[in-house]
């Protein structure tokens, strides 16, 4: 009898996930397949379509430019981990720390996700523009002659600062609500034993987060291989591919060149990429947690 409990209750879980595993199939699955057969192929997008084996993966591991859009994504990836975290994590210690208003924080910091990244690609187009931006006005307001904001060298961090700025704050409701969720006996136990301002922080806050800051590093990993949008509005990749990035290049060998197949090979190479770097990513930050 518990038998044939067990097996129907697996048939509800089944039949509840189905729509899921349909959906999930369908939209992410099957595309990812697609993409990894359409790779060993010249295909135009259109009536153009012949077996060319390995010839697209070749061309990949010499490609210049994808060299240039790996090292410019794993940069951003740095400075998403760096900042986006390391930021989330600082502001989610600090409005901890404060009696009231901590609603007020957690909506104004989490505001700018909510907004359409065109927007926000938008709205720093206006700010880096020569003639008229913001920052420029701002300059010969106070005597000081306009810079050229987006160049070779500084092309990349004109793109991070945005990238960074819009998913700060959903690393700090993360990381604000993993904190609220710790027991108060700990702070007390921590005070008796004399452990106040930053040393509580570091020895038992953080800790007790840990497996939380570890999903934040791996989102903002996975998060930094899907930065495309910014990009694409604000420099469009260039000047001369300096803030190319894995997401513009596959956009622009897949829709403006019109070498989907080559294209293909691009979006399993970022896929590939992906999971290697989380793997690896897991394995660095394993560690024994903290329960409570």
């Known amino acids: ?123 720093f187009t206006l700010f880096y523009n020569y003639d008229n931006g913001l ?17 070779e060298e500084s092309s990349l961090i004109a793109v991070a600062i945005p990238t960074i700025w819009q998913y700060v704050g959903f690393y700090f409701v993360i990381l604000f609500t993993a904190i609220s969720k710790i027991p108060d006996d700990f702070y007390e136990a921590a005070h008796m034993e004399g452990l106040t301002g930053i040393k509580k922080t570091l020895y038992i806050t953080l800790p007790l987060i840990w497996s939380d800051i570890k999903t934040c590093i791996i989102l903002a990993i996975t998060g930094s291989l899907k930065v495309f949008e910014l990009v694409y509005i604000i420099t469009g990749g260039g000047p001369v591919n300096s803030s190319e990035v894995l997401g513009t290049y596959m956009y622009t060998k897949t829709f403006v060149s019109s070498a989907w197949g080559y294209g293909s090979a691009i979006a399993v190479f970022i896929v590939i990429l992906g999971m290697i770097l989380s793997v690896m990513a897991n394995k660095l930050l394993k560690r024994e947690e903290v329960s409570y």
């Open 1 to 123: 009898m518990k038998r044939s409990v067990q097996t129907s209750d697996k048939g509800y879980i089944f039949l509840f996930l189905l729509p899921t595993i349909i959906l999930t199939g369908t939209f992410l699955y099957y595309p990812f397949l697609r993409s990894v057969y359409k790779g060993f192929f010249y295909w135009d997008g259109y009536l153009t379509s012949r077996f060319i084996g390995l010839e697209n993966y070749i061309q990949l591991a010499g490609d210049e430019v994808v060299r240039m859009a790996t090292l410019n994504t794993l940069e951003i990836m740095c400075y998403a981990i760096i900042f986006q975290v390391g930021l989330g994590i600082v502001l989610a210690v600090l409005v901890d720390s404060v009696k009231f208003g901590t609603n007020f924080f957690r909506s104004a910091f989490f505001f700018p996700v909510a907004i359409s990244a065109t927007a926000i690609g938008l709205m």
């Open 135 to 151: 920052l420029n006005q701002l300059l010969t307001k106070f005597g000081y002659e306009k810079v050229l904001w987006i160049t």
